[in-house]
């Protein structure tokens, strides 16, 4: 299967994004939230140092509203990952997501770290055995990029960045298309 990347700049309204960069070296993010286990699909144990979400959150509602507009596609379910993420890698760390839902997708809004292309994501070709970087999506912040979670191999690309952390929201869902 081959990529499916949707990518929007300026995706959450200013006011909304204003308070999210205000606040979110203040959340308490852990280890443990969320783990994506090399048994499962990844490449190796990918830790997200993570804060959740709570699909109650008014924000999910934006994030909804906003993915309507730009995407045009919404909210149908939401699964358990949905949090703030805290990034710091210094090793590639190539996984494919697991899927809760059929035909589900996997939103990652850029919040804050260095602008640069190496803060972002890389996607990845699979052949045979091999992973090969074949897409880089830059980092830039209130960006959104929308993918398929099926056998969609990416990675954080901190590992070749002078960015010692990148903080996203990770938003996994059933999409309900318009």
């Not at 999910?60 to 990952?81: A, M």
């Amino acid at each position: 299967m081959g990529l499916n990347l949707q990518i929007c700049d300026n995706f959450l309204p200013q006011d909304t994004f204003d308070q999210i960069y205000q606040n979110i070296e203040t959340f308490s993010f852990s280890a443990f939230d969320i783990v994506q286990k090399k048994d499962y699909g990844a490449a190796a144990d990918h830790v997200f140092y993570s804060a959740k979400i709570d699909p109650k959150d008014p924000l999910v509602s934006i994030i909804d509203s906003c993915l309507r507009k730009n995407f045009k596609c919404g909210i149908k379910r939401i699964t358990p990952t949905c949090a703030w993420t805290m990034v710091s890698t210094r090793e590639p760390t190539p996984h494919s997501d697991n899927e809760l839902f059929k035909g589900e997708k996997h939103l990652i809004i850029y919040i804050k770290a260095k602008r640069d292309i190496n803060c972002g994501t890389g996607f990845y070709i699979k052949e045979k055995d091999n992973l090969i970087l074949n897409t880089h999506i830059g980092f830039l912040e209130n960006r959104a990029v929308l993918f398929d979670a099926k056998d969609c191999w990416h990675s954080p690309l901190l590992w070749n960045s002078d960015s010692l952390r990148r903080y996203s929201a990770i938003v996994w869902f059933e999409p309900e298309d318009l």
